[in-house]
C-alpha cells in the first residue's frame, strides 16, 4: 500500500487521558501535516514537518497537543489530559514538497467521553 | 476574513446535469489550489489540482483558476448520483500550510 495510512481509526477515551495518534505518510514524501475537522468544517490546520523538524504550529494547538516525526518518516500526535472538546476527526496528510498535492489517510475519529 | 471561502450548499442537481462548484480566496500570494472530495466520514480525496490561470481538464471534471479574481472553481459534468459528496477548495499560499474552505455539499439527483 503506497498511500497514507493512519492508525488506530477510531478512539474512545475518558476526559482526562492521554491520547496518540500515529501516521505513516508515503514514503518519498518529505512534508508531513497534521489537521483537525470538526463536523461541517473544513481541515484545521494543526502542525507540519520538513522531514524530521516540526516547523510549524497552529496558534489554535494548546501544549496539550505534542507532535513528533523522529526520523523523517512515521509522525506521532499525542493530546495529553483529553477534553470533550478534542473530539474530532485527526487528518494526517503528506506532500513531496511545499507546492504539490497533498495525500491524506484515512483519519483518526477520536471521541471524548 | 476567511482565507478561504465557499458556498455551504447544498447544492442539488439532476444526474447528468453540470454542477458549478466555486471558491474565493484572500491571499494573493497563492500559488497552489486544489479540490479534494469527502464523502460523509471518511477523509478528503483529492480531486484536481490547478497551478496556472485557465481551465484543466481530467475526465468530467475542470477546474478553473482566475489568479486576478482570486476565485477558482470545478466543474463537474454529466453529474452521477456517486458524486454526491463535499467538496473541499483548498489553498497553498506563500505559508506552509493548506487552508481549507468549509466545503460546498453536491447532492445529485437520480
Known amino acids: 500500500d503506497t498511500g497514507v495510512s493512519q492508525d488506530p481509526r477510531h478512539k474512545i477515551t475518558k476526559r482526562g487521558q492521554n491520547v496518540t495518534f500515529r501516521c505513516d505518510p508515503i514514503s518519498e514524501h518529505n512534508r508531513l501535516y497534521w489537521y483537525r475537522q470538526t463536523l461541517g468544517q473544513g481541515p484545521e490546520f494543526l502542525t507540519y514537518f520538513q522531514n524530521e523538524a516540526q516547523l510549524e504550529k497552529s496558534r489554535l494547538l494548546s501544549d496539550r497537543f505534542s507532535a513528533e516525526r523522529p526520523k523523517g518518516s512515521f509522525s506521532t500526535l499525542e493530546i495529553q489530559r483529553t477534553e470533550q472538546g478534542d473530539s474530532a476527526m485527526y487528518l494526517c496528510?503528506?506532500?513531496?514538497?511545499?507546492?504539490?498535492?497533498?495525500?491524506f489517510g484515512q483519519g483518526t475519529r477520536l471521541t471524548v467521553v | 476574513q476567511k482565507e478561504v471561502e465557499q458556498n455551504s450548499g447544498p447544492l442539488s442537481v439532476p444526474e447528468g446535469a453540470i454542477a458549478s462548484l466555486n471558491c474565493t480566496y484572500s491571499d494573493r500570494g497563492s500559488q497552489s489550489f486544489f479540490w479534494y472530495r469527502q464523502y460523509s466520514g471518511k477523509s478528503p480525496e483529492l480531486i484536481m489540482s490547478?497551478?496556472?490561470?485557465g481551465d484543466k481538464e481530467d475526465g468530467r471534471f475542470t477546474a478553473q483558476l482566475n489568479k486576478a479574481s482570486q476565485y477558482v472553481s470545478l466543474l463537474i459534468r454529466d453529474s452521477q448520483p456517486s458524486d454526491s459528496a463535499t467538496y473541499l477548495c483548498?489553498?497553498?499560499?506563500?505559508?506552509?500550510?493548506?487552508?481549507f474552505g468549509t466545503g460546498t455539499s453536491l447532492t445529485v439527483i437520480p
Open positions: 483548498a489553498v497553498k499560499g506563500a505559508g506552509n500550510q493548506f487552508y
Open positions: 496528510a503528506s506532500s513531496w514538497d511545499g507546492n504539490t498535492e497533498a495525500f
Open positions: 490547478i497551478y496556472s490561470n
